[in-house]
């Protein structure tokens, strides 16, 4: 058995889930192959089994993971890369089905920014406010740490970008505002790697979360706003170039 995968302080199934997403993006069990059962699994990652049945629920509902009851969980052959094209009519089936999944996500992508900017804009307001000096010295570790894993695949870049926004939002002081941040992570991080993954031009976004950071440094309430928003628009001008984001950037 393998070594235990260590998982952070933190939400246990979003790490799982990542950390089965991981495993699949590398191969480690070939399209069709049957994966080790959730006992396996867990003890595997250290956690509990429903965990790790959340986890490959999420996974499955995303088609990398094929749930057969009473048969067992199945790395799915639906990923286009994968798809072994025998004809002109199976290409353009393929071609459909890969357009459809794009904008699927994109769509989701959208959706969840929204959700983001709701939340994030109003936290980046209060912890303008409220962030004390060594709750600067915090940030800019986290923010560190987000600029070394930008090469260390989207998985780690994710989790370490969330740490830096989630520490925000921590720094608000509105417990109702972090709990509600703490329950989309999830779904948040799932969207977040997806768009890392697979979009292309994505823009840097360094300067934003540098900017964020000197605006709560300075307790500067409306440059924190600014910054939030302009990181977060950039993005939702991207998967949606006719929202009013993306007709500011045009």
Not at 108 to 135: C, F, G, I, K, S
């Amino acid at each position: 058995m393998a070594e235990p995968t260590r998982l952070r302080h933190g939400p246990v199934v979003p790490q799982v889930e990542g950390a089965l997403r991981d495993m699949l993006r590398e191969g480690r069990w070939d399209p069709g192959e049957r994966l080790p059962n959730e006992v396996m699994l867990a003890a595997e990652l250290g956690v509990g089994r429903s965990s790790v049945r959340e986890a490959v629920r999420l996974l499955a509902r995303d088609g990398l993971l094929d749930v057969r009851h009473g048969s067992g969980t199945f790395v799915a052959r639906t990923e286009p890369e994968q798809t072994v094209q025998t004809g002109q009519t199976e290409q353009a089936g393929t071609a459909g089905e890969l357009d459809l999944r794009h904008l699927l996500r994109r769509a989701r992508l959208l959706e969840v920014y929204e959700v983001r900017r709701a939340l994030e804009v109003e936290a980046a307001r209060l912890a303008a406010r409220r962030t004390r000096p060594e709750d600067i010295a915090r940030l800019t570790a986290d923010l560190k740490r987000r600029q070394e894993a930008a090469g260390a695949g989207p998985g780690a870049f994710v989790d370490a970008d969330l740490e830096f926004h989630r520490t925000v939002v921590e720094l608000s002081g509105n417990a109702v505002l972090l709990g509600l941040f703490t329950s989309v992570l999830p779904v948040l991080r799932e969207a977040l790697v997806e768009m890392v993954t697979y979009e292309t031009g994505l823009p840097d976004l360094s300067c934003a979360h540098a900017d964020l950071l000197d605006a709560l440094a300075r307790g500067d309430a409306t440059a924190a706003i600014a910054a939030t928003t302009r990181h977060l628009e950039a993005v939702m001008a991207l998967v949606d170039p006719i929202s009013p984001a993306g007709e500011e950037a045009r």
